[in-house]
């Protein structure tokens, strides 16, 4: 069973904006704070966002923030990335990541890889000029 799915990417033109979601599979995690990161052929993995296991704590990366928020359902099941004033060069497969956290861990999803121990398959984020 795959733990995180995402969906929701697509192309769109520079300015418009998308959402992403990922569903996280009931049952799977207990507690887990989560991201977002994105890929580039040829590069590597960028952290995006963050967010704790409350919902309550979240953090952007420099180059997204005030223009993409990250958000969970009331019943932590579900993650979202709001993009909003897209540019071109967001282009990337976007991926959730997940980690399980104490329950009274409040701290948003780390910014490195290797603090996820659950992926999605990723989803195709296209921003035309």
């Known amino acids: 069973q795959v733990p995180l799915v995402e969906s929701g990417g697509g192309s769109v033109e520079a300015g418009g904006s998308l959402r992403l979601d990922c569903v996280v599979s009931?049952?799977?995690?207990?507690?887990?704070?989560m991201g977002w990161f994105r890929q580039v052929p040829g590069k590597g993995l960028e952290w995006v966002a963050a967010?704790?296991?409350?919902?309550?704590?979240?953090d952007y990366a420099a180059s997204v923030k005030v223009r993409f928020t990250i958000s969970k359902d009331s019943a932590k099941t579900t993650l979202y990335l709001q993009m909003n004033s897209l540019k071109p060069e967001d282009t990337a497969m976007y991926y959730c990541?997940?980690?399980?956290?104490?329950?009274?861990?409040?701290?948003?999803?780390?910014?490195?890889?290797?603090?996820?121990?659950?992926w999605g398959q990723g989803t195709q984020v296209t921003v035309s000029s």
């Open positions: 009931v049952g799977t995690f207990s507690n887990y704070y």
């Open positions: 967010i704790s296991w409350s919902g309550d704590s979240t």
């Open positions: 990541a997940a980690d399980d956290v104490d329950s009274d861990y409040e701290c948003p999803g780390g910014l490195a890889e290797y603090e996820y121990g659950y």
